[in-house]
Structure formats: structure tokens, C-alpha cells
């Protein structure tokens, strides 16, 4: 492609933003809208995730043992857990240490206990697996090994976890999906007009010989500049609003793990970006398609 | 330089349709098509400038068979060929000059050689001193004028016209048809569909008479009177 054509391209691009002034205004904010909404629906969800993976994380099975263990049974049946291949870590924790956590936790409610003999509790291990959704199976191998009482790792609300992240994964890509097409539409609609402005000039040009994508290069290249703003903008919002909600959720929320601004909002404004500058560029090519057949 | 062999353009209420047409032109000849509206004059000029396909037919421009272009050759094959329109069609928010060298710019010319040929068109045409003009500023026949030198300025070996003085007065078609002659003159062929009956007969060239979209009559030296009805 000729410099110079390059040169053409951008000055025909920009001269038809100013001459379309509104519309273009128009394109502009249906994009910034779209990607605002989209942008802040993607932080939602990775918030959301990191605080599910921090529950999930903390979700353990607890096995407690037959009374009559001798030492080296519970040995046995430490080795054993953790040979199975989903465990990451067995830790044992003795009635004595089970009581003493819990009067710490509860403090005079359980006070009396200490006497020899008067311990209602039972030794137990404490089973993390490697990934948080191996544990109902794992829990199940265990009910079936000799000398284990229970085993106990909070079956509905592990359970009603997974299955309550899986759905928020799933309608959050739907609704991102739907968004992203919405822009697109939205985008091809507003540039169909702009072309439309100028169908005789395109029906000239085909007429003295220009090729299509001559034609086709200065609406492309208005596309992305209009998609390319219309992705700036809300990332220069979101970029601004994060840091504000992180930074009170720090004060006021401080239990909640919000994922530090840093790590997602260079990617997000990649991605944004990456999405402005494709519905543009895309949006220009579907709505020239019809003009070109002369 | 152009051999038409049985085409055949079939439309529903058969206005504009031609049957069986068998016609050529020689490099340098300057050709009228005559007839009433809707005897397929337009279909056979825009059939030529591929603007459609024909329903059947061998159509071959330059020695090329034209109907079987593929989509990107279209453009190549436009570039040698000036079209002349009824209507125009010049770019209203751009000057005289703007209008010519558009038709540069778009096949990729140098600035430097657009800046030297522009100007040599418009004074072929006689507009020199209109460069800096909007299409809206001037009359008909210069409008048309400035459509000449655009279709001119790649210098094409074949210019079509469909009614390029339709929309103008006697006098100023008279101009218009002198100005392609003198173009035809140059060594550019010319083929012009008209009905405009004086300026036909006061030229004296081939005219090929097309009635319900058949060739009624091809004569050298033609008149259009005596086949007016």
C-alpha cells in the first residue's frame, strides 16, 4: 500500500468524523456506554471469583476418628489419606488441641473441661485437597476407611458454592457476550449512516476505477478511531472509579479481598481497547458490504 | 476494441431489455445509440462499463471477455474507461479541481503528476479559470464539462456517455457533443447514448438504432431522422 494512500486514508477518515460531528459524538457514546457497563460487569466478575476462591480455599474436610485409635493406627490412616492423589495436605489435631481451640473461640461457654477424662471431643484430621471441587469425592473415600467415625466437611454449603459461582460465570459471559454484540450492532448502525452520506461518493469511486479496499479503508480506519475513543474513555473511568472503591472498601470492608487495581486494569484496558478498536473496525466493514456491489 | 455477441438482457417488464445483440466497435470511432426510452440504450452503455452482467452473451472490451471478470479486476478494468453521466454526479462539497483529481487520487497517482494534469483537463474542457468553484456555483453544461475532464484525466481509451446532454438546452449539448468529438479526435473512442435527434443528424457519425431492444439499423454517416417515429 502506497505512504501516500496512507496519508489519504486518515485525513479522508477525519474529515468525515468532523463533517459527521454528531454521529460521530453518537458512536462515541454508545461505546463508552457499552464498555463501561461491560468493563465494570469484568471487574465485578473477578472480583467475585477471587472472593469464591478465597471461600473455596478455606472449605476443609474434617475427619474425626474412632476413639479406640492406638498411635500407630491413626499413623496408618494419616499415611494413607495422604496418599490420595487429590489430597494436598493432612494435618492432625488431638481432642486436647480441639478443646483448647475451642475454649479460645468461646472462652468461659466451655469452661470445665480441662479435668482429665472430661473431654467430649475426638482426635480428627483436618484434609485440604489440591482443587476445592475434589472434596465431596474425596470425603466419600474417607467414609469408607476403617477407623473413622464421621467425616464432616459441610456438604449443602459446599455444594450450593459451586454450583452459585458456576451460574455467576456463566451469566456473566452471556450478558459480556450480549453486550459486545449489542456495541456492535449499535456501532455498524451509526457508520451505515455515515456511509450511506457518502454512497455517491463510493458509487463515483467504484465508477473511476477505485479498488474496493481503497474504498473501504478510510470508513474502516473511522471505525476504529471511534471505537478506539469510545474504548478510552471508560477505560480512563473504570481506571479512576477501581481505585476509588478499592481504596474504601479497604477502610470500611476490609474483610472483603477485592483484587488490588494493578493486576486487572492494565489487562482490562487491553481488552477494552482490543473490543472498542474490533466493533469498530468490523461495524465499518458489515455496514459498507451492500454499497460496494456496483 | 469492443464485440458484443448475443447478448441478452432479460428484465421482468422487459423496459431497458435487449435481444440478441451482435455489434462492435473499432479503436477510434465515435458511435451514437439512439432510440426512445426503454429501448435499452442505457442497458447496452452501462452493460459495456460492467456495471451489470448480461442474462446471456459474450461481451469482450479490450480483447477481454468482460463478463467473466473476477470482483477485483472491475476497478483495473474501470480505469480504462471514462463514463460520462446523465446526471453528473460530481461531489457537491468539493471544488471543480477537488472533482477532477478525485479520480486521481483513487488509482494512486502522484500529487506532482495530478497537480500537472488536473489543470491541463479542466482547460481542455474550458473551465481554467473555474478550478476553485463548487459544482452548485456553475451551469449545467460547465457541470458536464467538469464530468469530461474527470473522465478524461486517466486517460482512458474509451469514454461511454449515457444522455450526457439530457439534462441540458440544445445549444450547451452541442458544446458537450463537440467537446467528445474533439476528444474522439485525440484518439479516445467514444460511444454516446442519446436521444437528442439535431445533434445526432448535424454529426454525421455511426449511429446504431436500437427499437424494443433489438439493432433496428447501423449506418456509418447516419442520421437519426429517418428512423424516428
Given at each position: 500500500?502506497?505512504i501516500r494512500?496512507?496519508?489519504y486514508?486518515?485525513?479522508?477518515?477525519m474529515r468525515?468524523?468532523v463533517?459527521?460531528?454528531?454521529m460521530?459524538?453518537?458512536?462515541?457514546?454508545?461505546?463508552t456506554v457499552?464498555?463501561?457497563?461491560?468493563?465494570?460487569?469484568?471487574?465485578?466478575?473477578i472480583?467475585?471469583e477471587?472472593?469464591?476462591?478465597e471461600?473455596?480455599d478455606?472449605?476443609e474436610?474434617?475427619?474425626?476418628?474412632?476413639?479406640?485409635?492406638?498411635?500407630s493406627?491413626?499413623?496408618q490412616?494419616?499415611?494413607?489419606?495422604?496418599?490420595?492423589?487429590q489430597?494436598e495436605?493432612?494435618?492432625y489435631?488431638?481432642k486436647?488441641?480441639?478443646?483448647?481451640?475451642?475454649?479460645?473461640q468461646?472462652?468461659?461457654?466451655?469452661?470445665?473441661?480441662?479435668?482429665?477424662?472430661?473431654?467430649?471431643?475426638r482426635d480428627s484430621?483436618?484434609?485440604?485437597?489440591?482443587?476445592?471441587?475434589?472434596i465431596p469425592?474425596?470425603?466419600?473415600t474417607?467414609?469408607?476407611?476403617?477407623?473413622i467415625?464421621?467425616?464432616d466437611?459441610g456438604?449443602?454449603v459446599?455444594e450450593?458454592?459451586?454450583?452459585?459461582?458456576?451460574?455467576?460465570?456463566?451469566?456473566?459471559?452471556?450478558?459480556m457476550?450480549?453486550?459486545a454484540?449489542?456495541?456492535l450492532?449499535?456501532?455498524?448502525?451509526?457508520?451505515?449512516?455515515?456511509v450511506?452520506?457518502r454512497?455517491?461518493e463510493?458509487?463515483i469511486?467504484?465508477?473511476?476505477g477505485?479498488t474496493?479496499?481503497?474504498i473501504?479503508?478510510?470508513f474502516?480506519?473511522?471505525?476504529?478511531?471511534?471505537g478506539?475513543?469510545?474504548a478510552?474513555?471508560?477505560?480512563?473511568?473504570?481506571f479512576?472509579?477501581?481505585h476509588e472503591?478499592?481504596?474504601?472498601t479497604?477502610?470500611?470492608l476490609f474483610f472483603?479481598?477485592?483484587?488490588?487495581?494493578?493486576m486487572?486494569l492494565v489487562?482490562?484496558?487491553k481488552?477494552l481497547?482490543?473490543?472498542?478498536?474490533t466493533i469498530?473496525g468490523l461495524?465499518?466493514?458489515?455496514?459498507?458490504?451492500?454499497?460496494?456491489?456496483? | 476494441?469492443i464485440d458484443m455477441?448475443?447478448?441478452?438482457m432479460?428484465?421482468?417488464n422487459?423496459?431497458?431489455?435487449?435481444?440478441?445483440i451482435?455489434?462492435?466497435?473499432?479503436?477510434?470511432?465515435?458511435?451514437?445509440?439512439?432510440?426512445s426510452?426503454?429501448?435499452?440504450k442505457?442497458?447496452?452503455?452501462?452493460l459495456?462499463g460492467?456495471e451489470?452482467l448480461?442474462?446471456?452473451?459474450s461481451?469482450r472490451v479490450?480483447g477481454?471477455?468482460?463478463?467473466?471478470l473476477?470482483?477485483?479486476?472491475?476497478?483495473?478494468f474501470r480505469?480504462?474507461?471514462g463514463v460520462?453521466?446523465?446526471?453528473?454526479?460530481l461531489?457537491?462539497?468539493?471544488t471543480v479541481?477537488d472533482?477532477?483529481?478525485?479520480a486521481?487520487?483513487?488509482?494512486?497517482a502522484?500529487?506532482?503528476e495530478?497537480r500537472?494534469?488536473?489543470p491541463?483537463?479542466?482547460?481542455?474542457?474550458?473551465?481554467?479559470?473555474?478550478?476553485?468553484r463548487?459544482?452548485?456555483e456553475?451551469s449545467g453544461?460547465?457541470?458536464?464539462?467538469?464530468c469530461?475532464?474527470?473522465?478524461i484525466?486517466?486517460?482512458?481509451s474509451?469514454?461511454?456517455?449515457?444522455?450526457?446532454t439530457g439534462?441540458?438546452?440544445?445549444?450547451?449539448s452541442l458544446?458537450?457533443v463537440?467537446?467528445?468529438?474533439?476528444?474522439?479526435?485525440?484518439?479516445?473512442?467514444?460511444?454516446?447514448?442519446t436521444?437528442?435527434k439535431?445533434?445526432?443528424?448535424?454529426?454525421?457519425?455511426?449511429?446504431?438504432?436500437?427499437?424494443?431492444?433489438?439493432?433496428?439499423?447501423?449506418?456509418?454517416?447516419?442520421?437519426?431522422?429517418?428512423?424516428?417515429?
Open positions: 500500500m502506497l494512500n496512507i496519508a486514508f486518515f485525513k479522508e477518515a468525515s468524523i463533517r459527521n460531528g454528531w460521530s459524538f453518537a458512536s462515541v457514546a454508545v461505546v457499552t464498555l463501561l457497563i461491560l468493563g465494570s460487569f469484568m471487574l465485578l466478575n472480583n467475585v477471587q472472593i469464591t476462591q471461600i473455596k478455606q472449605v474436610i474434617v475427619v474425626y476418628l474412632d476413639e479406640e485409635l492406638a498411635g493406627e491413626v499413623e490412616l494419616r499415611v494413607a489419606v495422604i496418599q490420595l492423589p489430597v495436605e493432612v494435618r489435631v488431638s486436647e488441641q480441639a478443646l483448647a481451640r475451642l475454649q479460645s468461646l472462652g468461659e461457654l466451655v469452661a470445665g473441661y480441662e479435668e482429665e477424662g472430661r473431654n467430649p471431643l484430621f483436618e484434609i485440604r485437597t489440591k482443587i476445592p471441587e475434589d469425592a474425596v470425603a466419600q474417607l467414609q469408607t476407611l476403617p477407623g467415625a464421621r467425616v466437611y456438604t449443602d459446599v450450593k458454592l459451586f454450583r452459585f459461582t458456576g451460574a455467576v460465570r456463566w451469566v456473566g459471559l452471556a450478558f457476550g450480549g453486550l454484540f449489542t456495541a450492532f449499535l456501532i455498524a448502525n451509526t457508520i451505515k449512516l455515515t450511506n452520506a454512497a455517491k463510493i458509487m469511486m467504484k465508477w473511476v477505485a474496493e479496499w481503497f473501504r479503508w478510510p474502516v480506519i473511522e471505525g476504529v478511531l471511534l478506539g475513543i469510545g478510552l474513555l471508560p477505560a480512563l473511568a473504570l479512576y472509579l477501581y472503591v478499592v481504596a474504601w479497604k477502610v470500611n472483603l479481598p477485592l483484587v488490588p487495581p494493578q486487572v489487562s482490562i484496558t481488552l481497547l482490543l473490543i472498542g478498536i469498530g461495524g465499518s466493514l458489515l455496514s459498507m458490504r451492500r454499497f460496494l456491489k456496483v | 476494441m455477441q448475443h447478448v441478452n432479460v428484465y421482468p422487459s423496459v431497458g431489455a435487449l435481444k440478441d451482435n455489434f462492435s466497435v473499432e479503436r477510434g470511432e465515435f458511435v451514437f445509440i439512439v432510440g426510452s426503454g429501448a435499452g442505457s442497458t447496452l452503455i452501462r459495456i460492467r451489470f448480461p442474462t446471456s452473451g461481451i479490450f477481454k471477455e468482460i463478463t467473466r473476477r470482483r477485483r479486476e472491475i476497478p483495473l480505469r480504462s474507461i460520462v453521466f446523465q446526471d453528473f454526479r461531489l457537491e462539497k468539493r479541481y472533482n477532477v483529481a478525485f486521481m487520487q483513487v488509482v494512486g502522484s500529487p506532482r495530478i500537472r494534469r488536473v491541463e483537463a479542466l482547460e481542455m474542457v474550458g473551465l481554467a479559470g473555474k478550478a476553485k463548487k459544482p452548485d456553475l453544461g460547465e457541470q458536464q464539462r467538469v469530461l475532464a474527470r473522465a484525466i486517466n486517460q482512458p474509451l469514454i461511454i456517455a449515457d444522455e450526457p439534462n441540458l438546452d440544445p445549444q450547451t458544446g458537450i463537440d467537446l467528445l468529438k474533439t476528444i474522439n479526435i485525440r484518439g479516445t473512442t467514444v460511444i454516446m447514448a436521444h437528442a439535431d445533434i445526432v443528424d448535424r454529426m454525421k457519425q455511426r449511429v446504431v438504432v436500437l427499437e424494443n431492444g433489438k439493432i433496428v439499423s447501423d449506418e456509418q454517416k447516419g442520421g437519426y431522422s429517418h428512423h424516428a417515429h
